[in-house]
């Protein structure tokens, strides 16, 4: 039998899980990565290399399933020039504030505008355990 694809989310260190909350809450529906790391698992709990249609468990930080969700999107863009849709989906307030929150986050790269991202857009298909029980 073969499992599902897995996805994590990092939020400022390992004991935050405020982007798997966000996504249980059905706020947050996209995500970005170099678009040359994409196809890279990054340890036992985030397999890489989505594609549209595939079904995945989200874990958190500490390796607890929490939900599964459908991707519906991958596609390839630059930080100088993404669309609006990958904002929103990542919780931002613009396009502004997308690139602020990713120079934090991604201080060990050189964040010009023609960087290449590789966008994942997805839909929360099933909450498995609650986000009031998030540490």
Same mark, same amino acid.
């Given at each position: ?48 290399? #989505?594609?549209?249609? !595939? $079904?995945?468990?989200?874990? %958190? ?6 939900? &599964?969700?459908? @991707? ?33 986050? #991604?201080?060990?790269? !050189? $964040?010009?505008?023609?960087? %290449? ?6 839909? &929360?298909?099933? @909450? ?8």
């Amino acid at each position: 039998m073969t499992r599902f694809k897995r996805m994590q989310f990092w939020g400022e260190d390992e004991n935050d899980d405020s982007l798997i909350r966000e996504v249980l809450e059905g706020k947050k529906t996209a995500t970005v990565c170099k678009a040359d790391e994409y196809d890279l698992p990054e340890g036992d709990y985030d397999d890489g290399g #989505w594609e549209t249609g !595939d $079904l995945v468990e989200v874990y %958190d930080n500490h390796q607890k399933l929490r939900c &599964l969700i459908e @991707i519906t999107e991958v596609y390839r863009t630059t930080f100088g020039n993404f669309p609006d849709k990958l904002w929103m989906g990542e919780v931002c307030r613009d396009a502004e504030h997308f690139r602020e929150a990713h120079r934090h986050c #991604w201080p060990e790269y !050189d $964040l010009t505008d023609d960087f %290449d991202m590789m966008a994942t857009h997805f839909r &929360l298909v099933k @909450i498995i355990d609650s986000p009031d029980t998030l540490s």
